[in-house]
């Protein structure tokens, strides 16, 4: 089946990350206390990583499995969307430890409650896309 | 040769070191760019929304969201990632957190109710791997979704990741990953943001967000 590969990946990225423990909201709180390094750790060696990976796509060095070149989408310039949406993102972040990768791992490990979390973000979703017009961007 | 098998399941049982966060997280990123797609997982919850018809609320859901099977594939596969992780190589399924972070939990929640043996990845007693936890870090249980501290935190905190990652558009993944390995501006913007707001939430809201009793 041609989506059951993802299934994989999704499956490598979520149990890297339950025994990462960036699911935890202990490590989220210990990270915006800045008590250790483990967090930043994940984020800077991901980033580096990532930054890497991105360029060698980004020069064709590595083409797709269609040995196309990856087009990347550039990132509209609404300044006061990225301020405002990421500050409220950062205190849901924050107040459950949980961001919107982590909920799905966590729902997988067996606390079924996060079913809940998941459906008010997409009631949060559901929200921004009603309300968008009247918000700054 | 089960032997072996056992040895290996104890050698990923272990807590592993921050930087398996690059081999995790490059990997992903490698392989969804090596299939010509993104890595963000926020999406999926536009995509849910336009696949419960939201579309004729707001066009911001009317969209193509049939291409989007892919990514929800990945969220399923984090599901039983986790599930794996688990119940299979979960260790001490404790949180390797500093002293510094447990003695600041042990300030909010007033006495001294933690310690290295009973921080739990996920404080919730609805499963044996939390069942240690002592009931003033039971957040993520059934019976802490039934109190006003736990509403807040599961229903409130869902509400605010969900809204805060489409108006900003993107998350985590899509913005701090993604959006900075590509050099977008935007992104570093989002993520200072992401940051401004969990400092505001973890040092101004949310001690007296946990000490709520009812």
Same mark, same amino acid.
């Given at each position: 089946?041609?989506?059951?590969?993802?299934?994989?990946?999704?499956?490598?990225?979520?149990?890297?990350?339950?025994?990462?423990?960036?699911?935890?909201?202990?490590?989220?709180?210990?990270?915006?206390?800045?008590?250790? +390094?483990?967090?930043? =750790?994940?984020?800077? %060696?991901?980033? /580096?990583?990532? *930054?890497?990976?991105?360029? !060698?796509?980004?020069?064709?060095?590595?083409?797709?499995?269609?040995?196309?070149?990856?087009?990347?989408?550039?990132?509209?310039?609404?300044?006061?969307?990225?301020?405002?949406?990421?500050?409220?993102?950062?205190?849901?972040?924050?107040?459950?430890?949980?961001?919107?990768?982590?909920? +799905?791992?966590?729902? =997988?490990?067996?606390? %079924?409650?996060? /079913?809940?979390? *998941?459906?008010?973000?997409? !009631?949060?979703?559901?929200?921004?896309?009603?309300?968008?017009?009247?918000?700054?961007? | 040769?089960?032997?072996?098998?056992?040895?290996?399941?104890?050698?990923?049982?272990?807590?592993?070191?921050?930087?398996?966060?690059?081999?995790?997280?490059?990997?992903?990123?490698?392989?969804?760019?090596?299939?010509?797609?993104?890595?963000?997982?926020?999406?999926?919850?536009?995509?849910?929304?336009?696949?419960?018809?939201?579309?004729?609320?707001?066009?911001?859901?009317?969209?193509?969201?049939?291409?989007?099977?892919?990514?929800?594939?990945?969220?399923?596969?984090?599901?039983?990632?986790?599930?794996?992780?688990?119940?299979?190589?979960?260790?001490?399924?404790?949180?390797?957190?500093?002293?510094?972070?447990?003695?600041?939990?042990?300030?909010?929640?007033?006495?001294?109710?933690?310690?290295?043996?009973?921080?739990?990845?996920?404080?919730?007693?609805?499963?044996?791997?939390?069942?240690?936890?002592?009931?003033?870090?039971?957040?993520?249980?059934?019976?802490?979704?039934?109190?006003?501290?736990?509403?807040?935190?599961?229903?409130?905190?869902?509400?605010?990741?969900?809204?805060?990652?489409?108006?900003?558009?993107?998350?985590?993944?899509?913005?701090?990953?993604?959006?900075?390995?590509?050099?977008?501006?935007?992104?570093?913007?989002?993520?200072?943001?992401?940051?401004?707001?969990?400092?505001?939430?973890?040092?101004?809201?949310?001690?007296?967000?946990?000490?709520?009793?009812?």
């Amino acid at each position: 089946m041609k989506l059951f590969k993802y299934i994989i990946i999704g499956f490598l990225f979520g149990f890297g990350m339950w025994k990462l423990e960036a699911v935890s909201t202990f490590r989220i709180i210990e990270m915006f206390h800045f008590q250790s +390094f483990h967090m930043y =750790g994940i984020i800077i %060696t991901g980033v /580096i990583m990532a *930054i890497i990976i991105t360029r !060698l796509f980004k020069k064709g060095r590595i083409k797709t499995s269609h040995g196309e070149v990856h087009q990347f989408p550039d990132k509209s310039h609404e300044w006061m969307r990225y301020i405002l949406g990421g500050t409220i993102f950062g205190m849901g972040w924050a107040l459950t430890g949980v961001c919107s990768g982590m909920m +799905f791992v966590l729902v =997988g490990s067996g606390y %079924t409650v996060f /079913i809940v979390f *998941i459906g008010a973000a997409l !009631l949060g979703t559901f929200a921004y896309g009603y309300f968008r017009r009247y918000l700054p961007h | 040769m089960n032997e072996n098998l056992v040895q290996i399941q104890e050698f990923i049982s272990q807590p592993w070191p921050w930087w398996m966060g690059g081999v995790v997280i490059g990997s992903t990123l490698y392989l969804l760019l090596k299939f010509n797609k993104e890595f963000g997982l926020s999406a999926n919850l536009r995509t849910m929304c336009a696949a419960d018809g939201a579309g004729i609320y707001a066009d911001f859901f009317e969209f193509d969201w049939g291409k989007q099977g892919w990514n929800l594939m990945v969220a399923l596969g984090a599901m039983f990632g986790g599930y794996v992780a688990a119940n299979y190589f979960g260790g001490d399924e404790l949180a390797h957190i500093s002293q510094a972070t447990i003695n600041t939990l042990n300030q909010i929640s007033g006495e001294n109710l933690l310690t290295q043996d009973n921080v739990h990845i996920v404080p919730g007693r609805d499963l044996v791997l939390g069942v240690g936890i002592p009931e003033f870090w039971d957040l993520y249980s059934w019976k802490s979704l039934f109190s006003i501290r736990g509403l807040i935190i599961i229903v409130g905190g869902g509400f605010l990741v969900g809204f805060g990652a489409r108006y900003a558009g993107g998350c985590t993944s899509g913005h701090a990953i993604s959006g900075i390995a590509n050099m977008q501006l935007p992104s570093l913007v989002a993520v200072m943001g992401f940051f401004a707001g969990g400092l505001i939430m973890t040092w101004l809201l949310l001690p007296y967000i946990l000490r709520i009793t009812i």
